[in-house]
């Protein structure tokens, strides 16, 4: 396994992933992750098996913002490098390769990163099934996201403060 940035390049392989793990009134499509890729490449991790293959990843920009709302999905002009909070936008595995601990790895690498940088925190949102799986990292449900409700799904705002 092989832990890295993501660059332009894995733009094909990266949507393809989203597609398999979300339903796609959930999934952000090529065109939102080519402008993310092309503004804030060096948000996004993920993982390669040896052949090179992406088995996982995350994503997120950067912001002031402190809550999370659905334009920011589309919007990559909204990134600020320097901002205070690490969106997280999307953590996806392979149907093949979960329970592996995979996402554990990337997510608690991006903590690690976010704080390295001096952001104050990280923010995401998910649904209700993976409130204790985000709990396991250190974030803190805040109830149902106002920001946030695309695919009309319920989503719960979760913080995770450095
Ligand atoms: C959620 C997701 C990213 C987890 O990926 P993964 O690589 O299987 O996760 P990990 O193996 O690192 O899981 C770490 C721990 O969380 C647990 N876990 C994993 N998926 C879980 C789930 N859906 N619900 C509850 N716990 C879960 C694992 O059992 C593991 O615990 P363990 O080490 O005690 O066994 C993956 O299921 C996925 O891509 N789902 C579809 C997309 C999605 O919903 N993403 C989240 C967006 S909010």
Known sequence: MKLRRGNINDLRELA?????????????????????LEKYPQHFLVLCDSDGKIISFINGFVTDIPDLTDEMYEK??????????????????????RRRGHAQTLMNEFLSIARSEGRRGAVLTCKESLIGFYERFGFVNEGVSEGSVIGG????QMRRSF
């Not at 989203?18 to 402008?35: T, W």
């Not at 799904?153 to 719960?156: D, E, F, H, S």
């Open 153 to 156: 799904v319920k989503w719960y």
């Open 76 to 97: 990559a002009d909204m990134h600020k490098e320097n901002g205070s909070w690490q969106m997280i936008f999307g953590l996806n595995t392979l149907p093949e390769y």
């Open 16 to 36: 393809s992933i989203e597609s398999i793990c979300f339903p796609p009134e959930q999934a952000a499509g090529l065109e939102q992750f080519r402008r993310r």
